[in-house]
């Protein structure tokens, strides 16, 4: 049984519908069925005819991905799916051959059938090492990570020198387990998750939410440690804080996700402050139920996990108070964007 990643767009705009439709998708909407390509040669050259532009080491990496996809994923296999759209992975195991859908939205013609096992496994409970190996920037390749199967029953198993992606056969030039295949802007979250799970856990997340609430203008009032009635922070606009929005915050730093009781509370604490937003932290995610409900109250509630609340400090950041500057040392780095001319 091998274990295979599989990635469901840059910015994760087809991943929804592979959890709703039970399968794995990729791109390349402009390919054929590959089922009717039944060799890399094959496959290579229809490629080139339809990107005839394209650099030697781009077709064969995209080549060497779809061929995978289309012949080398078996029945049975495990394939994670990196969420985009949350910060959360989904595993399951595939269940049918591939096959080609020409109806269907964009970007959804070449699936493979998955049988979800858990759709809502936190990243913060995941190494980082491991989290490395699926920070590649490749759409499909395998893993080199027996730690997946034991994520399946909720085991924490020791880290081994290195996680890695199997290496490539040589024909998959350009595909591997190379800087420039690495996704250095998750690798970076990652890492500023992992550091505040361990300087900034507990009480001090809340303290770290309040933060970021003064900086963007708030006035606010944190509860001491211990029970707080449902809310972490009270938070108003204005010179006293009394004036709307006004907001209540419920922090929970727990690294499993929270279900939709913890949100119904927020409703309620709610109601009893006479807030009318609420926000709710909490570090392991949220359940699909949870989500679910949350769409209803969009424009007055809002959720963050451990993703949204490390893009609220990059945006907050340099207003941030010194203490946590300095238990959070960041630095802002350019890079430039890799795109088809880079290839």
């Not at 490390?310 to 108070?321: F, H």
Request: charged share 25%; aromatic share 6%; with cysteine.
């Amino acid at each position: 049984m091998a274990l295979w990643m599989v990635r469901a767009g840059s910015a994760g705009e087809r991943e929804q519908f592979a959890l709703d439709e039970h399968c794995v998708v990729i791109g390349w909407d402009s390919m054929p069925d590959l089922s009717t390509l039944l060799e890399r040669d094959q496959l290579s050259e229809v490629y080139r005819k339809l990107h005839p532009t394209e650099k030697p080491a781009k077709v064969a990496n995209v080549v060497g991905q779809l061929f995978s996809f289309a012949h080398r994923i078996q029945k049975n296999d495990l394939v994670v799916l990196p969420l985009k759209t949350r910060a959360a992975l989904a595993i399951g195991t595939v269940a049918g051959s591939y096959k080609y859908h020409k109806e269907g939205p964009d970007g959804a013609f070449h699936r493979l059938s998955v049988r979800w096992i858990k759709t809502d496994i936190p990243r913060v409970a995941v190494d980082q090492d491991l989290l490395y190996s699926l920070g590649a920037f490749l759409t499909v390749c395998q893993i080199a990570e027996e730690r997946i199967k034991g994520l399946l029953e909720g085991k924490k198993i020791p880290s081994p020198v290195k996680a890695e992606v199997v290496e490539p056969e040589a024909e998959d030039a350009g595909e591997g387990d190379n800087p420039d295949d690495i996704d250095i802007r998750e690798i970076g979250r990652d890492r500023i998750v992992a550091r505040i799970q361990t300087q900034l856990c507990g009480h001090k997340l809340a303290n770290l939410v309040e933060a970021i609430l003064k900086a963007d203008g708030y006035m606010t009032k944190l509860s001491p440690p211990g029970a707080d009635g449902g809310v972490d922070i009270l938070a108003g606009r204005g010179p006293l804080g009394l004036d709307a929005p006004r907001l209540c915050v419920q922090v929970k730093s727990q690294s499993s996700p929270a279900d939709v009781t913890v949100y119904r509370a927020l409703l309620g604490a709610m109601q009893t402050f006479r807030a009318e937003q609420g926000l709710l932290v909490c570090w392991g995610g949220f359940t699909k139920s949870a989500l679910g409900e949350a769409r209803q109250g969009h424009f007055s509630v809002r959720l963050w996990h451990s993703g949204d609340l490390v893009e609220a400090i990059y945006r907050t950041y340099d207003r941030l108070p010194a203490e946590i500057q300095a238990e959070l040392p960041l630095q802002r780095v350019w890079m430039l964007v890799r795109d088809a001319s880079m290839q």
